[in-house]
């Protein structure tokens, strides 16, 4: 049996909200919430499209560095995941959706809240303030409350409490639970958050595991997660169907071994006594001048210097050692003064924790990070940004 499939405007999260409860049901249509929309969308794209029966929600994506792909999520995976995370968080509660809801942590918030029989509370579109933030947090009635940020946002509102806004320290309070990721969260952020009183738990996931499915290192419910190769591979009810017309990267990214079904993630880690490690993409490593750099972590111990909090680390081309590491970050004029004794202290703090090799060629000043919708960095125009800068110096 199949079911149809029917775009909604994810720049409006009450109707995705809406639509995913006739989804989950079992009555309505696949959910495929839409970041460009447009009116042919309500009227055209997609119609007569059709997808298995119990596929409840489609999550599309460019992503920041790879090609599109259209994730398909069952009913059964969305609400098993929405039972790992109240398990693991204390509870159902009312969460603020503060993500975009073609996101599949934005999708999972009205999941959750749909789980709960809560309302969640929208943020909407625009940019990202923590004072609106905060007004709305104190909107939340139910005896747990919860949110889902990514690292940058969680930034802002740390920073606005650390900068004597009572209201935002207030709303950081309030929460029951911050589930932060995306993206690596730096110990250092968490332990500013946390000072604030923010109750702060970081996650690992992705589209294809019905979102965050590790939570501070530990999976949760009944996901399992091993180290094969190198390589990290999760099991568990929240394991997507595939991907829609894609069979061959449906065969390449999931596999059976033993009766179990295995998402391969294309993550580097570990699992020690259950517990998780992610050192970063498999494909976001470059080899420069013969040895093999892994730009996740040069990217952690850049972020550790002050003043480059928000870095990106790319791979820019280079004549001599073939590829480099680059930080492309927003500075402020303290950092800008320093100069090349910023530089200089960026590279010996990557070259102990990563090796000479790992250590920066040059940092890449710009106005403003580029982002996707997400609020994740939008490494691919980060690259291009490198790139450019660096043809301007030579």
Known sequence: MTREVRAVDAAEPE???RALREALAGGGP???PREAWAATDEAGHGRGER???NVALVIETSGSTGRPKRVALSADALLASAAASAGAMGGQGQWVLALPAHYVAGAQVLVRSLAAQTEPLYYGVGHFDAERFAALAAEATNDLRYTSLVPVQLARLVDAAEGGSRAVEAALRR???ILVGGQALTPALRERAERVGARILSTYGSSETAGGCVYDGVPIGTTTVREVDGLLEIAGPTLAEGYLGDAERTHAAFHEADGVRWYR???LGGVVDGRVTVFGRADNVIISGGEKILLDRVEQLVRAVAGLEHAVV???EDAEWGQVPVVVAVLDESAVAEGEDLLRRVRARVAEGAGRAAAPARIAVVAELPALSSG???RVA???????AGDEEA
């Open 15 to 17: 109707s995705v909200y």
């Open 30 to 32: 696949a959910v495929v």
């Open 51 to 53: 997808v298995a029966q």
């Open 175 to 177: 929460f029951d639970g």
């Open 265 to 267: 993630t294309g993550d």
């Open 314 to 316: 790319v791979a820019a």
């Open 376 to 378: 994740k960095p939008d």
């Open 382 to 388: 980060a690259a291009r940004m490198a790139a450019a």
